[in-house]
């Protein structure tokens, strides 16, 4: 009877085993600055790279330093692994889904060799942005060690 009353909760989930640090902390004005969008950063301690929520892989960048997924609740999040890595120019990924894939949280979409990331990249933070925020009111946040698929946001 009331369902206008009811605000719709999308849940984010941690794309890769690690820990959850406030995007503020991240070592590059973009991110923290939230020019790209709002969200978390994981320091990510294994290099598989899942899909935050269920939905369409709307974007692998061609370097495959970083993607996006596309809900079916509008909803898109981007995933940027590392920092300044765009410049390794796509060594040490492994792209495992492919742009218009369908997929579920929790679904790899990225291997990458975080031994070699760590030698050859700025940083091994990896930001997890909501990049359209044009429907979100509130963004809950849990900073803490995380696996993949753990809930790291809640948005309604």
Do not use: C, W
Not at 96 to 103: I, Q, R
């Amino acid at each position: 009877m009331f369902g206008f009353l009811k605000r719709k909760h999308r849940d984010i989930v941690a794309p890769a085993d690690g820990r959850i640090v406030a995007l503020e902390s991240v070592n590059d004005e973009v991110f923290s600055q939230k020019m790209a969008g709002d969200g978390v950063a994981i320091i990510p301690v294994t290099g598989s790279f899942a899909a935050p929520i269920d939905g369409i892989v709307s974007k692998i960048f061609s370097t495959n330093h970083a993607y996006s997924i596309k809900s079916h609740k509008d909803l898109e999040v981007l995933v940027h692994i590392g920092l300044e890595t765009v410049a390794l120019d796509g060594e040490g990924f492994t792209p495992v889904a492919k742009e218009g894939d369908m997929v579920k949280a929790g679904d790899t979409i990225i291997d990458a060799d975080l031994s070699y990331l760590k030698s050859h990249a700025k940083d091994i933070v990896t930001p997890i942005l909501i990049t359209d925020e044009s429907d979100v009111k509130t963004i809950e946040k849990k900073y803490t060690i995380v696996k993949t698929g753990d809930k790291i946001m809640e948005v309604s």
